[in-house]
């Protein structure tokens, strides 16, 4: 059983990217992924990480120990502005090597509209130099977040094909999870020269 974090990158209190994280969390244990001891979520919304550099990093050493007990990471981001969300870019200056180094990431983009891509295409290319964090090619968008994941049952077609894709998706992660366990161990990561990516 793997140990999952999941990120939720809204600031905003009570955000739809927090249902989203907490209904992933619930499907991972579901499908025996992880358990309730073996997952967290990091909702920067509910538990805000100072804008860095800051002289206070407030709940930083917490998520830093979460992230690093975790063989998997749920990167959750709403689209503004055509954009990734500021909190989790910040989240990504703060988070390193240390704590996600060859780990697979899944990404998840949120819109209440027809967007979502937008984060996706931008932490593809923008997040996980220096952390190296391995995204899966695999992500999920949740289109329509407002009218979907928010009931035990699924309420219309898109909402019982968007669960269905998060089974097979979270199922890859897990996947990812085992494989790249392995790595982990074998990487050496000592070398100053390379401290940081390309
Ligand atoms: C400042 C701002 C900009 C937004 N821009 C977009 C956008 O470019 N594309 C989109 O699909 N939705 C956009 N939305 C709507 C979000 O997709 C929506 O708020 C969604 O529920 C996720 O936000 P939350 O996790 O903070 O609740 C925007 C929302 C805000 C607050």
Not at 147 to 165: G, I, K, M, T
């Amino acid at each position: 059983m793997a140990n999952i974090a999941f990120v939720a990158g809204s600031s905003r209190a009570n955000s739809q990217s927090s249902k989203v994280a907490r209904f992933l969390r619930q499907r991972a244990i579901a499908l025996g992924l992880c358990d309730d001891a073996n997952s967290s979520v990091i909702d920067l919304g509910l538990v805000p990480l100072p804008l860095w550099p800051a002289e206070d990093e407030g709940p930083w050493a917490l998520f830093a120990q979460q992230l690093a007990a975790a063989d998997a990471v749920v990167i959750i981001s709403p689209e503004w502005n055509g954009m990734a969300a500021p909190a989790i870019k910040n989240f990504f200056i703060y988070a390193s090597k240390a704590q996600l180094a060859h780990k697979p990431g899944l990404l998840v983009g949120v819109s209440a509209g027809v967007g979502g891509a937008y984060p996706i295409s931008e932490l593809r290319a923008s997040s996980y130099k220096n952390c190296r964090l391995c995204y899966l090619p695999e992500h999920l968008i949740v289109r329509d977040v407002e009218h979907v994941l928010n009931l035990p049952e699924p309420s219309s077609e898109a909402d019982q094909y968007l669960r269905e894709r998060i089974d097979y998706t979270l199922g890859l992660l897990g996947l990812y999870s085992s494989a790249l366990t392995s790595v982990r161990a074998a990487a050496d990561m000592s070398d100053k020269r390379f401290t940081n990516g390309m």
